[in-house]
């Protein structure tokens, strides 16, 4: 006995000292491994992924760039029902324990001894923070004794909702989405207060497994987590047993959405995002960047409707193509029919589907979500077929003229949506931009029909011709040259012998091919007639116009330097005939285009904010008064002052525009322009019921391009139609463009109230003949504008500079340019 006890004695010695040299290893192995663990400090200042985001003037979300998709939402935002399914299903004790759940590590250990797993890790919210933002995810002894001591002391730095933030915002979701926002969007298209009670728990369900749990990539086990997340609420009094069993029933409905964009508006997404990176590289991808632009989203999203609506009116007067594709039974059928067709490519506001029966007088569809629709006639009978030449084939007379069973089409809803119609992707292209001339602005910009078909932003990047709409620069340089809207040049055939040409001269037309002998300025305008623009060209001097068009942004040296540049044949961007016309619609300020108002951080804080050049007329009119009241003083003065160092003009700390032409130069043209919607090419646009808008057609060489630039002093908007590859419209700019603007200006203009616009000072009117532009009282006369001190005149004023181009288009002297 003596002996057993001796034994027992000295094994309980040896036991107690194996367990003090265990405990002191662990606490060397913990001292150890807590002097090798990160500052969890960094968390309080942690920047997390966050795309780039651009929105439009009303803060609205046009587009977002980034891998990972991360909408950080604050904790005080997110609902109680999905903290509660997070906390039923992942750490129901998170709010009782000190960031490690000891029973939660019993529990994880009797696993593991008795099955040898470590499958159950006993991890709390708190201990995934640490692993998602320090550690990796492989399991072994070391990490987890890591992840635990992190735990503790993040839990002690941070309060419970700092924790759940960080976790609810930062943990991955499958899919690309990080955080609860982005899960919401990316499964659902919701935002988190908009889910139902089963939408939630599948989100709560997926960070066990977010590349296999998510109800993607494994619909069946997803719906099982889904359940069991619900089984927890339950369980712990969360929910109800009939909220239960309604969640249980609700069918599972999730796809894969993109951002939830509020105002489409691709083309302008992607002119900011191309400038940001390069201005600020690509760490703007991740770091939270905000953008807010210029454009308004009332006016953007109509741009869009105005434009794509006309090009497909075009393309519908212009004959049917035939379908994308057509496809045959062989041995799939339908089936296969259904997987063709959900790989073509969706251009709103088009809907691809498949013809699978045709009658007499209609054909039924199917689209890529299976819906069935039938095509009357009334929506086929349109479909002459497309000649080569942009003319149309014979009338169809029964559906099989137009579609058959295998064909890949598109459609479009009628108005109403009541029924659909036999559409086509347009192979005509075109171009919208719309701004404030008060300060340059752009509130719309649409680059093409649509920017899956085709990224090409021809607002911007394209170089085009842009025809008579180039006209009135021509004419206000002419303006401040002696001429004025009285002035009478003759429009007579004109012959230009030019050696570069096939036939060795140039015999320019105007559209009516008829000529209209002597003609008023603003009367040829009015009606674009070229061949009074090249004779006015001609004789205000080609190097003084080319020159004169810097007032209105454009480069000199970018311009043709010969007669033709009468008839627009510079090449140009919609984006910068944009500007032009406002410095004409403002008044004669020089203003400059621009899409970004400001710029701010993940934290809201400002990164730029814009000051456009802002039109101030009096300011700029209180400053020449108080410099003519100085240069009076040193006339009189024995010893004239120096000029003094005046400040910039600022207005609502903004700097004030410069004058770019005089108020009576501007006040001239703008008259004539008016004149252009009231009684000449763009007469179609009196249907909008305003007496405050001016602008012009353009149409280029065998109807190339088709334009129309229009505006009122609040709003100027230009649209391009053309295509592409160079070929004829075989439609005015009047009837392909027009239409475009006339859309978009009512509803730009709805509200916006007409005000007259009085003459300036140095204008007077005075009552002169219609055909002789000289001052009469007699019946054939009409009330014109002038600038006070020029005299009416028939006559082309004296002019030193009008043969100095040594272009080979320009004539030097009267024998080589022949009127017949």
């Known amino acids: 006995m003596n002996f057993l006890t001796t034994w027992l004695r000295r094994l309980l010695f040896v036991l107690i000292g194996l367990f003090c040299l265990a405990a002191v290893a662990i606490m060397l192995l913990i001292l150890n491994v807590e002097r090798g663990l990160p500052d969890i400090s960094v968390l309080k200042d942690f920047q997390l992924q966050v795309p780039l985001r651009i929105y439009s003037d009303e803060g609205l979300l046009m587009a977002e760039y980034g891998e990972k998709k991360r909408v950080p939402v604050p904790y005080n935002q997110i609902p109680n029902q999905l903290i509660q399914a997070v906390l039923a299903t992942e750490d129901q004790r998170y709010f009782e324990h000190g960031g490690v759940d000891l029973l939660g590590l019993v529990r994880a250990s009797v696993v593991l001894i008795t099955t040898g797993t470590k499958a159950q890790g006993g991890s709390t919210i708190t201990m995934q923070v640490a692993r998602n933002f320090f550690l990796n995810n492989k399991k072994t002894y070391t990490r987890k004794l890591r992840e635990i001591l992190l735990a503790v002391k993040i839990d002690k730095a941070f309060s419970k909702q700092e924790i759940l933030d960080l976790y609810l915002n930062a943990i991955f979701y499958g899919n690309r989405a990080y955080g609860v926002e982005a899960a919401a969007q990316v499964y659902y298209g919701k935002h988190l207060n908009e889910l139902t009670l089963a939408q939630t728990a599948m989100i709560a369900g997926i960070p066990k497994a977010p590349s296999s749990l998510n109800p993607l990539a494994n619909a069946a086990a997803a719906l099982d987590r889904r359940n069991h997340v619900l089984s927890r609420m339950l369980e712990h009094g969360y929910i109800t047993q009939q909220q239960y069993q309604q969640a249980i029933e609700e069918p599972e409905t999730a796809h894969i959405h993109g951002s939830l964009i509020e105002c489409a508006a691709p083309y302008v997404g992607e002119m900011i995002r191309n400038g940001v990176i390069g201005e600020f590289g690509d760490d703007a991808y991740t770091s939270g960047m905000r953008i807010y632009t210029t454009v308004q989203c009332k006016l953007q999203q109509q741009a869009e409707v105005s434009l794509q609506t006309e090009l497909l009116n075009y393309d519908k007067r212009h004959g049917y193509r035939g379908p994308r594709q057509h496809l045959t039974y062989d041995n ?94 347009p192979a005509v292209q075109g171009a919208l931009v719309a701004l404030s001339p008060q300060n340059g602005a752009v509130r719309a910009l649409v680059g093409g029909f649509n920017y899956v078909q ?351 181009s040594n272009s080979s288009t320009t004539p030097k002297d009267e024998e080589n340019t022949q009127l017949f």
């Open 332 to 425: 799939a059928g339908h089936s296969l029919w259904l997987a063709t067709l959900r790989k073509q490519p969706v251009y709103t506001p088009l809907t691809p589907a498949v013809v699978f029966n045709v009658g007499n007088d209609y054909a039924d569809v199917f689209t890529q979500d299976q819906r069935i629709i039938r095509l009357d006639w009334q929506g086929l009978s349109w479909a002459r077929p497309a000649g080569s030449d942009g003319g149309v084939g014979p009338s169809p007379t029964r559906a099989s003229d137009v579609v058959a069973a295998g064909d890949i089409v598109d459609i479009l809803p009628s108005e109403d949506d009541n029924s659909w119609r036999l559409a086509q992707i």
């Open 454 to 804: 085709s990224s090409f932003n021809r607002v911007s990047q394209a170089a085009l011709q842009p025809g008579s709409s180039f006209k009135p620069f021509i004419y206000t340089a002419a303006l401040d040259k002696g001429f004025t809207l009285a002035s009478v040049i003759n429009d007579a055939p004109f012959v230009l012998y030019d050696p570069s040409l096939p036939d060795g001269v140039w015999r320019p037309q105007n559209d009516e091919r008829k000529f209209f002998g002597p003609t008023r300025l603003r009367v040829a305008l009015t009606h674009s007639r070229n061949l009074v623009s090249i004779r006015l060209l001609n004789a205000i001097g080609i190097s003084y116009a080319t020159q004169y068009l810097a007032h209105f942004g454009f480069n000199p040296k970018d311009v043709p330097h010969s007669l033709s540049l009468a008839l627009g044949t510079a090449s140009v961007s919609p984006l910068q005939m944009a500007r032009g016309y406002a410095i004409i619609a403002n008044g004669g300020f020089d203003v400059k285009p621009y899409l970004i108002n400001r710029i701010v951080d993940v934290t809201n804080k400002p990164v730029y904010i814009a000051h456009p050049l802002t039109v101030c007329a009096s300011c700029v009119e209180a400053r020449e008064q108080q410099l003519s009241a100085l240069a009076a003083q040193n006339a009189v003065s024995d010893a004239p002052a120096p000029a003094p160092a005046l400040p910039p003009l600022m207005d609502n700390g903004n700097p004030v525009a410069a004058r770019a032409i005089s108020a009576q130069t501007d006040f001239l043209i703008t008259s004539a322009l008016k004149d252009v919607i009231q009684i000449g090419t763009g007469s179609a646009a009196k249907v909008l019921g305003r007496d405050d808008i001016a602008g012009k057609t353009g149409t280029t060489q065998n109807f190339r391009d088709g334009w129309f630039d229009g505006f009122n002093s609040n709003m100027v908007a230009v649209v391009w139609v053309g295509f592409d590859e160079p070929k004829s419209l075989n439609e005015y700019g009047a009837k392909v463009a027009l239409p475009v603007w006339i859309d978009f200006m009512r509803v730009a203009l709805n509200g916006d109230v007409a005000t007259p616009t009085p003459p300036p000072p140095g204008i007077v009117s005075v009552r002169i003949d219609r055909n002789t532009g000289l001052p009469s009282s007699g019946a054939n006369t009409v009330f014109e504008y002038f600038k006070e001190g020029t005299v009416p005149r028939g006559q082309t004023p004296s002019n030193s500079d009008s043969n100095d």
